[in-house]
């Protein structure tokens, strides 16, 4: 008896059509069920390490406005990108003779890609631990008081960093305490400043949303 396989509909490419429909269904239902947006706002106190003789570094307050995304449950990534203004007095004396002050600002677009785990995981209360590398593209620099001298040329293009942060998820409501050691060299290869060897050390703390579900219920 020979079994006439186009006769039956639910052999052969239509069947697997809904075998890939159906797959794709269920991939996709749990990677929403496990997939957050956290839109986010903060501060940040950017300072650098290793000043030169007779130069000192005070962080100053910036912003921050960025995203980031979660995927996972208690294990989980975290990539975001973020938008922000840096602020950093510098003041050099020589001899107790003040030879320039100001504020140097730095604006930059920091991309993350962080691991993290929920330490606590509970319907109410979520505390994450998150760590991993980051990159700060600089997009621009400015000298606000017009006295310090130094130019976007005298900086890196980014900074390689490595970040701690701990999260706190309370419902809607995400605050988000963290701290980034750079890896990189903040100044370039312009021989002027190549000797330069600090880096960034900045502290944030930002708050935002929590848009989506990161329950597997």
Do not use: C
Not at 65 to 90: K, M, N
């Amino acid at each position: 008896m020979r079994l006439d396989i186009a006769a039956h509909p639910t052999n052969g490419k239509p069947m697997k059509k809904q075998i890939v429909l159906i797959a794709a269904t269920l991939i996709g239902t749990a990677a929403a069920a496990q997939f957050q947006v956290n839109p986010q706002a903060g501060v940040v106190f950017q300072n650098l390490t290793s000043p030169e003789p007779g130069v000192e570094y005070k962080a100053n307050i910036g912003w921050q406005l960025g995203a980031d995304l979660r995927f996972g449950d208690r294990f989980f990534f975290q990539p975001g990108a973020h938008f922000g203004r840096s602020s950093t007095a510098i003041k050099a004396v020589n001899n107790d003779t003040l030879l320039y002050e100001g504020d140097l600002v730095r604006t930059s677009l920091k991309l993350n890609a962080l691991v993290g785990y929920r330490l606590i995981d509970s319907y109410q209360f979520d505390l994450r631990f998150l760590a991993g590398p980051t990159y700060n593209v600089i997009l621009s620099v400015d000298d606000r008081d017009d006295r310090i001298g130094y130019n976007r040329g005298d900086f890196s293009n980014g900074s390689l960093n490595l970040d701690a942060a701990l999260g706190f998820d309370m419902g809607l409501v995400t605050v988000q305490p963290g701290v980034s050691f750079g890896l990189s060299k903040v100044f370039s290869d312009n021989p002027v400043v190549s000797d330069i060897g600090s880096r960034y050390l900045t502290y944030g703390l930002t708050i935002g949303v929590n848009l989506g579900d990161d329950d597997k219920d």
